[in-house]
Every structure is written in structure tokens, then in C-alpha cells.
């Protein structure tokens, strides 16, 4: 199993850029998530999805969308890319949506806005 | 206040020796603790669970009081792969029912 991947590992946008952030899992894992880490703050959720077709929003949602079509991918699209969205995002999915099941962490995408 | 506070150390510790983080939560409606270990420019990765009578994990062991709404991760016979950066992770049940991580503890296991 690959576990839980992620692309681009590295990534620099200029403000008002498009792009989405790709993750796949090939565990069958139901529940998926997108977080971002901040110097100083702990990671905070994005969005998360509790299965194929539902998605709902976390902490940070702003500027942020998601889908979920199929169950092994959850790919994250920053509709205009500000500096303020310069952080590490990592992807996460665990067995089931409970959350007291490990959270299986995808290696994170590095991304700067200029 | 924070919802989950850890001391951000650096904790700078001769191998060998035994190390103690805690972790503090404000929620009462905290279910679910874990602590998550993650190594530089790294993803975090489970390192326990937190269970309310304790428990250990060979050299690790984590203690939960509700009480003072504290846990803890005791690290005994550091080793130098021992450093990394400690999550203090809860599990808050309503609202969302989402998880709450700490900024983390970084340890620094020296010869």
C-alpha cells in the first residue's frame, strides 16, 4: 500500500493563482481531511469528508473548496491563491469518521504565495 | 485560551534520560486524546493513544487526568531517533466533532 500520497510535494503560486492540491489513499479509508500548519499554531482542519459525494467544512474553510468523488481521492483547490495561504497542507484519512481511529497523514504539500 | 496548550521546549535532554511532556486541554466535553509524533518537515504519525487508566507503550507512557484536564507523555531511556515534535491531539465530541492539536513539544535527544 502507497498509504496516503500527495501532489505537488513543493509548490510556488503568484496571489490571484489557481491550483489544486491532489490526494489519493488506497486503504478504503472513508473518512478524508485537509489541514493546514502555521509556525506557532497547530494544524487546522480545511475541509474533511466523511465518504464519496459528502463534504463539509472545517476551521479554515475560506478560500478553500473540495470534492469527493470517489472514495480514494480528495483533491483540495485554492480558488485565488493569497499570500496569507502560504503553509504546509497535509491530507489525512482514517478508517471511519468517528476520529478516535488513527489519522493516516500524507507526506504535505509545501506551498508559497508571492 | 487556547484549546489544546503544549510548552513548545525545545526540551534538550542527554540520551538516556526520562522525559516528561503535558499537555493541556479546556474543553470538559474532550472525549478522545492522542499523542501524534511528527519529525522535521515531516507528517505527524500516531504515537499513542491516551486511555483514561494510562497506558504504555514499551519505553512510552501516556497518563490522562480529567480532573485538571491535563495528559501527559513520559519518554523513558531517550534515544537519539527520539527527536521530533510531540502533538498533543483531543478529540472534542459536538460542535463538529473534530480533532484539536496542539502547536507541540519538540524534544532533543544529545549524546
Known amino acids: 500500500n502507497a498509504g496516503v500520497t500527495q501532489t505537488p510535494k513543493f509548490q510556488v503560486l503568484k496571489t490571484g493563482q489557481s491550483m489544486t492540491l491532489q490526494c489519493a489513499q488506497d486503504m478504503n479509508h472513508e473518512y478524508m481531511s485537509w489541514y493546514r500548519q502555521d509556525p506557532g499554531m497547530g494544524l487546522r482542519l480545511i475541509h474533511y469528508s466523511v465518504g464519496a459525494g459528502i463534504t463539509d467544512q472545517g476551521e479554515v474553510p475560506n478560500g478553500y473548496n473540495v470534492s469527493r468523488s470517489t472514495t480514494e481521492d480528495f483533491p483540495l483547490r485554492l480558488l485565488s491563491a493569497a499570500p496569507s495561504q502560504t503553509s504546509v497542507y497535509f491530507c489525512a484519512s482514517s478508517i471511519q469518521g468517528t476520529l478516535d481511529y488513527e489519522q493516516y497523514f500524507g507526506p504535505g504539500t509545501r506551498l508559497t504565495v508571492t | 485560551r487556547k484549546e489544546v496548550e503544549q510548552d513548545p521546549g525545545p526540551f534538550n535532554v542527554p540520551e538516556g534520560a526520562t522525559v516528561a511532556f503535558n499537555c493541556t486541554y479546556s474543553?470538559?466535553?474532550?472525549?478522545?486524546f492522542f499523542w501524534y509524533r511528527q519529525d522535521c518537515r515531516k507528517e505527524p504519525k500516531l504515537l499513542m493513544s491516551v486511555y483514561s487508566s494510562g497506558n504504555e507503550d514499551g519505553r512510552f507512557t501516556a497518563q490522562l487526568n480529567r480532573a485538571s484536564q491535563y495528559i501527559s507523555l513520559l519518554i523513558r531511556d531517550s534515544k537519539l531517533s527520539d527527536s521530533a515534535t510531540y502533538l498533543c491531539?483531543?478529540?472534542?465530541?459536538?460542535?463538529?466533532?473534530?480533532?484539536?492539536f496542539g502547536t507541540g513539544t519538540q524534544l532533543k535527544v544529545e549524546l
Open positions: 474543553n470538559s466535553a474532550s472525549q478522545s
Open positions: 491531539v483531543v478529540r472534542v465530541t459536538g460542535g463538529g466533532n473534530k480533532l484539536t
